[in-house]
């Protein structure tokens, strides 16, 4: 059974930072492409960073240069860096493998966490 568990979230002032984390059971973790979503209030969950078996890493335009993805396969956990934080980008975050594809709404192979909830706001 597949289990991913996000958390780190909080709130953040504009221009803060947080650092996020999802721990990864029941999969082979190191054989796969992992990314983080998100979902602000009305909005479609969206795609934000992935990162390769092999450490390539892509970025939507919005949080390019302000987030790092990375990834530990020894402890099959993700990671997601966040500086420089603007509120949009106020949303619950997760951590999925995305299914293969192009654009930020691609769908998940596994079911969702719980997710963890970043609010920016001063």
């Known amino acids: 059974q597949v289990q991913l568990v996000e958390s780190g979230g909080g709130l953040v002032q504009p221009g803060g930072s947080l650092r996020l984390s999802c721990a990864a059971s029941?999969?082979?973790?190191?054989?796969?492409?992992m990314g983080w979503y998100r979902q602000a209030p009305g909005k479609q969950r969206e795609l934000v960073a992935t990162?390769?078996?092999?450490?390539?890493?892509n970025y939507a335009d919005s949080v390019k240069a302000r987030f790092t993805i990375s990834r530990d396969n020894a402890k099959a956990t993700l990671y997601l860096q966040m500086n420089s934080l603007k509120p949009e980008d106020t949303a619950v975050y997760y951590c999925?493998?995305?299914?293969?594809?192009?654009?930020?709404?691609?769908?998940?192979?596994?079911?969702w966490g719980q997710g963890t909830q970043v609010t920016v706001s001063s």
């Open positions: 029941g999969i082979i973790f190191s054989a796969y492409t």
């Open positions: 990162i390769t078996s092999s450490g390539s890493k």
């Open positions: 999925n493998r995305p299914t293969s594809g192009s654009g930020p709404y691609r769908n998940p192979y596994y079911s």
